[in-house]
């Protein structure tokens, strides 16, 4: 996935709002909260960083081509990086960022939820 790509797919996600911080790293979030990071990594390829179920974390930590996240791991947090894969992995990543908005959305308040029209009953 190039870094247009991610920027696309996540701008189609509902409810969220992009910045550029961190070392022009492209920040994506939900209700103010981030769930996907992207930016180039120091082999100049693009790197993708967002959270995980604990679950997916160790499946992924142990997967090649991903890793824990560098400074948010390091603090317990369950993120992850995708930092070399092939383009067959492109639909695996979506779901994994796709999981990730739906785990930050549910961090929100149920107020904050509930204003911005996610995770609410049919």
């Not at 180039?40 to 992924?60: D, I, M, R, V, W």
């Not at 390091?74 to 992995?89: F, L, N, P, T, V």
């Amino acid at each position: 996935m190039t870094l247009d790509e991610f920027n696309r797919f996540c701008n189609g996600l509902p409810c969220t709002t992009h910045v550029v911080q961190w070392g022009n790293s492209d920040v994506w979030k939900v209700g103010g909260k981030v769930f996907a990071i992207g930016s180039f990594g120091k082999n100049g390829h693009p790197a993708f960083t967002f959270k995980t179920s604990e679950q997916n974390y160790y499946f992924l930590e142990e997967k090649p081509g991903y890793r824990p996240a560098p400074y948010l791991a390091s603090r317990g947090m369950k993120w992850i990086q995708q930092y070399a894969c092939e383009s067959d992995e492109n639909e695996a990543l979506e779901y994994y960022l796709s999981a990730s908005h739906k785990l930050v959305s549910l961090g929100l308040t149920k107020k904050k939820q509930k204003e911005l029209n996610l995770n609410q009953p049919q």
